[in-house]
């Protein structure tokens, strides 16, 4: 069974750093894209970084600065370094694949159940 788990959140001051972070399990050959989401309370879920398999990223521009995201192919792990938070980052963040190749079959649409970030004083 193939499933994204994501560990890391919790409650952080203005201005600290989490990491999250985000395993992939299951009989993968290959992850081209990973993702992480945040959906806040009353809005939208909207993509936060991207990273491909060769180490492209792409950042949203309310964390570009500010956030990292990396990843460990051999590992099947997805990082995202969040420094300078803000209490307007808060929000469940999610990891995502778009496409999970198996050895005789495509998974599309891969989310993980989320990790709650809260930045508050």
């Known amino acids: 069974q193939v499933q994204l788990v994501e560990s890391g959140g919790g409650l952080v001051q203005p201005g600290g750093s989490l990491r999250l972070s985000c395993a992939a399990s299951?009989?993968?050959?290959?992850?081209?894209?990973m993702d992480w989401y945040r959906q806040a309370p009353g809005k939208e879920r909207e993509l936060v970084a991207s990273?491909?398999?060769?180490?492209?990223?792409n950042y949203a521009d309310s964390v570009k600065g500010r956030f990292t995201i990396s990843r460990d192919n051999g590992k099947k792990m997805v990082y995202l370094q969040m420094n300078s938070l803000k209490p307007e980052d808060t929000a469940v963040y999610y990891c995502?694949?778009?496409?999970?190749?198996?050895?005789?079959?495509?998974?599309?649409?891969?989310w993980g159940q989320g990790t709650l970030v809260t930045v508050s004083s």
């Open positions: 995502h694949a778009p496409r999970v190749v198996f050895p005789y079959y495509n998974h599309d649409g891969l």
């Open positions: 299951g009989s993968i050959v290959s992850i081209n894209v």
């Open positions: 990273i491909t398999n060769g180490g492209i990223t």
